[in-house]
């Protein structure tokens, strides 16, 4: 599916407070479990807001993400020294903050049956210029916790690692710079 036809079919929306999914699988019984019953919770508490990713004609959930505030800061790093490489060239002099404002993008799904059609890497490239153009407030980074697994996509889209503290762990703490889509 090219983005045009993706376009005509499918929209992003904000998940409305107090909607519930009602039926989705992606194959991650985690993220099924969120989208189905704790997506909500999270968006009451504002802890998160939940995007859906929808069939215009159907109205059927077919994929969806989650965003929370983050941060990048001087205790993701090992000692100073990492986070002063990590800044420098990024940031003039008088930018050089102890912590850098993100976007924490919680969860991302994809329903089994659009496996394989780019549908996950649209929705990053949408998140990503949604902070770019229409940014409200300000918000240098995207960041993951991404399962091992799933790594290697986020990687083959301009998603690097933090560190190499939790390179062997479940999950793995990834960024992508803002700057870089301007």
Do not use: H, W
Not at 94 to 113: I, M, W
């Amino acid at each position: 599916m090219d983005f045009s036809e993706i376009s005509k079919r499918y929209e992003v929306r904000k998940l409305s407070v107090g909607e519930q999914v009602r039926s989705f699988d992606c194959g991650d019984a985690d993220l099924n479990d969120f989208i189905l019953n704790e997506a909500v919770a999270y968006r009451k508490a504002l802890l998160a807001v939940t995007y859906i990713f929808e069939d215009k004609e159907t109205k059927q959930t077919v994929a969806f993400f989650s965003l929370a505030n983050d941060r990048v800061s001087l205790s993701d790093f090992e000692n100073k020294n990492e986070f002063n490489r990590f800044r420098k060239g990024r940031f003039v002099n008088e930018k050089r903050l102890r912590s850098y404002p993100a976007v924490k993008l919680c969860r991302l799904g994809v329903d089994k049956s659009l496996k394989g059609q780019q549908i996950g890497t649209i929705l990053l490239r949408f998140i990503k210029s949604y902070f770019v153009i229409d940014n409200k407030t300000g918000c240098r980074f995207v960041t993951v916790d991404a399962y091992a697994n799933a790594v290697p996509f986020y990687m083959r889209n301009g998603f690097v690692p933090l560190n190499d503290d939790d390179k062997d762990e479940p999950t793995r703490l990834l960024y992508f710079d803002l700057n870089e889509v301007i």
